[in-house]
């Protein structure tokens, strides 16, 4: 329907883009974003400690935090203690896998 109460062109509230999928928000910088813009981690036991592993494909299982793939946010979630808050594990999270997921993209 052309010029009705949602088309962008006529209603000033609705001027930004209708997202394609889920918004999630980011653990680091707070920011929402679509899902498919966002790195998904998890907890998981690697080797007897407990780590944040990213999850590109979104298929392990858990509970998961996003968060952009970009050093900043990811210095920025270490510093504020997003990964044990966000996924719902006391105590620190060894965060070395992420790292270098992130420095290889």
Not at 12 to 32: D, K, L, M, Q
Not at 60 to 69: D, E, F, T, V
Not at 92 to 105: G, T
Request: net charge positive.
């Amino acid at each position: 329907m052309l010029g009705g109460a949602g088309d962008a062109a006529t209603n000033p509230e609705r001027s930004s883009p209708v997202p394609r999928g889920p918004i999630r928000t980011c653990v680091g910088c707070r920011e929402r974003a679509e899902r498919s813009d966002l790195l998904r981690v998890v907890a998981a036991e690697v080797d007897g400690k407990w780590c944040v592993v990213p999850d590109p494909g979104h298929k392990l299982y858990g509970r998961g935090a996003s968060l952009h793939p970009v050093p900043g946010c990811l210095e920025l979630a270490e510093r504020r203690r997003a990964f044990p808050r966000a996924l719902r594990r006391g105590g620190p999270l060894d965060a070395v896998q992420v790292h270098e997921f992130v420095a290889a993209k």
